[in-house]
C-alpha cells in the first residue's frame, strides 16, 4: 500500500482479500471477527447474499441514469425509506455518503427556515466535508451537555445551558442521538425533549443524524425512537448499503414540499442512481425480514453485560456504555493503540479512539453469542 494516501491512522500490515458474514479473512488464510462492521456499514454481516444478488441483477439492468428520467427502482427505495421513518407522504434523496445526506439535511433546513443559526450537541459527527463538517461558530450553537446527565435542574428556565440557546434564531436541532464520534454518549431524555420542543415551538425544524444510530443500530429502528420524537428530516447512510456507497434523506410531507416549492438545486452525478437504491430497498427489506433491529436489542444487552462483568474484574475499565449494538470501553491505559492492534493480531477488529482511550464495538446485527463469547475469550488477556 506504498501509493495509498495514509490520512487516518496506522494501516496494518496484513492484506484482507475476503469477507463473509461477521468475519474477513486475510491472504494467509486468518479470519478476523469484524466488530466494527468495516465502518460501522456491513451491518447485515459481509457479502450478504441477498445483497448481492441485488447488486448483480441490478447492474444487468441499470446503475445509473440522468436527473430528469424515471426509474422505479428509485420510487420503490423512496417509498421503503419513507415507510420506516414514518413519513409516507414525504419525499426522499438518495445520495452517496453519511456526510452527503447530513450536509444536504444542513442545507436544506438552512434554507426553508432561512434562520441564522443551527443547534448541535457538543461532540456530535456531522461529516467529513461541507458546512456541516466544519461547522462555522457563526453558524452553529453547539450544547455542551457534559454536566446534564447529573445535573438537577431538569431543563427549567434556571439552567444555564437552556437559557443561552437564541431559539428564536435556531433553523433547526440537528440532533445525532447517542453516537458521538463513536464514544457512545447517550444524552439525557429530557434535555433532549426541552431542545425539540423548543425549537419546533419557535418554529424551527428537527433533523435526526441517523448515519450511524439508524437502521437498527442502537437496538430500534432510529436512534431518535429512545426519544420519542417526530423529525422533519431524517439522514440516512452507513448500513442503508450494507458497505455499498448509499445514503438517503426523507424528508417529511411538509419539509419535502417546502424545499420544493423553495425552487432548490442540488446536483451531484450520482444522486437516485438505481444500483444504490436497489441495494437500499433491499437492506431494508432484509432488515426487516431476518429481524434483525430485534436481534440488535437481544445481542447488544448481552453483549453490554459481558462488559460490564469484566469491568468489575479490571480496574482498568473505567466506564462501559452502549445502546443496542453500539458499545464503548473506556480504559486507564495510556497505550490504547496497543491494545487495539493485539486484538487485531488476536483475530480480532475493534474500534479505537486513542484520545478518549476507548475500544469500541459496532458490530453486525447478524453477530450471535458464540461470536461475542469469541472476543471475551480474548478481550481480558490483552486488556491485562
Ligand atoms: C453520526 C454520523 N454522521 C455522519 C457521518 C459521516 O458519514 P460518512 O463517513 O459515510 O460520510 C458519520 C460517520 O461516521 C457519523 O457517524
Redesign the pocket.
Known amino acids: 500500500m506504498e501509493h495509498v494516501l495514509r490520512c487516518y491512522g496506522e494501516i496494518y500490515d496484513r492484506f484482507i482479500v475476503r469477507a463473509k458474514g461477521c468475519e474477513v479473512f486475510d491472504n494467509a488464510g486468518q479470519g478476523y471477527l469484524d466488530l466494527e462492521s468495516g465502518?460501522?456499514s456491513a451491518a447485515l454481516g459481509h457479502c450478504h447474499p441477498i445483497i448481492n444478488r441485488v447488486l448483480h441483477e441490478q447492474i444487468e439492468q441499470i446503475m445509473h441514469l440522468g436527473y430528469r428520467y424515471k426509474n422505479s427502482v428509485v420510487e420503490t427505495a423512496a417509498q421503503a425509506v419513507l415507510k420506516i421513518t414514518g413519513h409516507p407522504q414525504g419525499k426522499c434523496i438518495f445520495l452517496c455518503?453519511?456526510?452527503?445526506a447530513?450536509e444536504f439535511s444542513v442545507q436544506a433546513t438552512r434554507r426553508i427556515t432561512q434562520r441564522p443559526l443551527l443547534l448541535g450537541l457538543r461532540g456530535?459527527?456531522?461529516?467529513?466535508f461541507g458546512s456541516a463538517g466544519k461547522p462555522d461558530p457563526k453558524e452553529w450553537h453547539f450544547v455542551d451537555w457534559s454536566a446534564c446527565s447529573t445535573c438537577s435542574l431538569c431543563c427549567c428556565e434556571q439552567c444555564p445551558v437552556i437559557s443561552a440557546i437564541p431559539f428564536s434564531d435556531i433553523g433547526g436541532f440537528i440532533f445525532?442521538p447517542g453516537?458521538s464520534?463513536g464514544l457512545v454518549m447517550l444524552p439525557p431524555n429530557k434535555l433532549v425533549e426541552t431542545l425539540v420542543e423548543r425549537v419546533k415551538k419557535h418554529g424551527g425544524l428537527v433533523v435526526a443524524?441517523e448515519?450511524?444510530?439508524g437502521l437498527g443500530r442502537t437496538g430500534m429502528w432510529f436512534g431518535y425512537q429512545h426519544y420519542g420524537l417526530k423529525p422533519d428530516i431524517v439522514a440516512l447512510?452507513?448500513h442503508l448499503g450494507n458497505g455499498y456507497p448509499v445514503?438517503a434523506v426523507a424528508l417529511s410531507q411538509d419539509t419535502g414540499t417546502r424545499i420544493e416549492k423553495s425552487g432548490v438545486r442540488y446536483a451531484q452525478s450520482h444522486q437516485n442512481d438505481a444500483l444504490g437504491c436497489a441495494v437500499a430497498t433491499s437492506v431494508i427489506e432484509v432488515l426487516s425480514k431476518e429481524s434483525l433491529v430485534e436481534r440488535a436489542s437481544v445481542m447488544g444487552q448481552y453483549f453490554l453485560q459481558r462488559l460490564q462483568a469484566l469491568q468489575d474484574k479490571y480496574p482498568s475499565i473505567t466506564a462501559v456504555r452502549g445502546r443496542g449494538l453500539m458499545l464503548a470501553v473506556e480504559l486507564k491505559h495510556s497505550d490504547v493503540e496497543t491494545i487495539h492492534r493485539r486484538l487485531f493480531e488476536a483475530g480480532v477488529i475493534a474500534g479505537l479512539n486513542p484520545t478518549a482511550k476507548v475500544i469500541r464495538f459496532y458490530p453486525p446485527l447478524i453477530i450471535c453469542r458464540e461470536e461475542i463469547d469469541r472476543l471475551f475469550e480474548i478481550l481480558p488477556a490483552v486488556i491485562q
Do not use: P
Not at 455518503?97 to 452527503?100: D, F, P, Q, T
Open positions: 465502518v460501522w455518503s453519511g456526510s452527503e447530513v456530535s459527527y456531522l461529516g467529513a445525532e453516537n464520534s443524524n448515519v450511524t444510530t447512510g452507513k445514503s
